[in-house]
């Protein structure tokens, strides 16, 4: 198999992964979507090896092109995570006032008796 081609083999099977990594993403299923990223380094990993060894492959504008989109869905992918972590780590620390408040409710009860 020529370079170009396996180099838009290992592009299409990291668009496939970016199509579970979505639909992980959706319906909030977080260890496939762990695992999802597992395999998917796998793969980047053999892109980034094969490219290495065949540096003419920069240079296909095809190429260049399914990249930069795959970079950007990960960047967006990355953003909406950041903001669900962001929006846990509030629910958290409301979850957290809450049993301090909790705390102080139930001590002035054992202490008022």
Request: charged share 30%.
């Amino acid at each position: 198999m020529s370079a170009p081609a396996t180099a838009f083999r290992l592009i299409q099977a990291l668009e496939d992964l970016a199509s579970e990594e979505d639909a992980a993403f959706a319906a909030n299923d977080w260890t496939g979507l762990h695992d999802i990223l597992d395999r998917k380094q796998v793969v980047l990993d053999g892109l980034m090896a094969h490219v290495v060894h065949h540096q003419n492959l920069i240079s296909n504008v095809k190429l260049r092109a399914r990249v930069a989109a795959l970079r950007q869905q990960h960047a967006s992918r990355n953003r909406r995570l950041d903001e669900i972590a962001n929006h846990e780590r509030q629910e958290l620390s409301r979850l957290d006032q809450t049993r301090r408040n909790l705390i102080k409710v139930r001590d002035a009860y054992i202490n008022s008796e």
